[in-house]
């Protein structure tokens, strides 16, 4: 599924986190290809991108301790090449 970034404001603590491990972020107005999409223990949804391949970061979770894995973008940044929002059923061919 192809979406456009319409959000790559990231709060400066994430851009740096980030930064210490090589991270790229999507760029507002470009077009990616939604590569997996995974569902956050907060319930958001995060996808990973084929433009993007970033290697795996330390997460705290509050039940494994810490974890790798590689970071994902909230769907929220993204929307369809008709400007809508993303709905969750379309997301859904995706991991198919």
Known sequence: MEVICTNDNFPAPVLA????????????????????VKRHTTG????????????????????????????????NRFATLLGQPVRQEELEDVNA
């Open 44 to 75: 958001d949804t995060g996808v990973l991108l084929n433009e993007i391949q970033n290697p795996e970061v330390p997460v705290k979770h509050p039940v494994m301790g810490e974890v790798w894995f590689e970071p994902t973008f909230n769907i």
């Open 17 to 36: 986190f980030y930064a210490e491990f090589g991270i790229q972020t999507p760029k507002r107005d470009q077009l990616y290809t939604i590569r997996q």
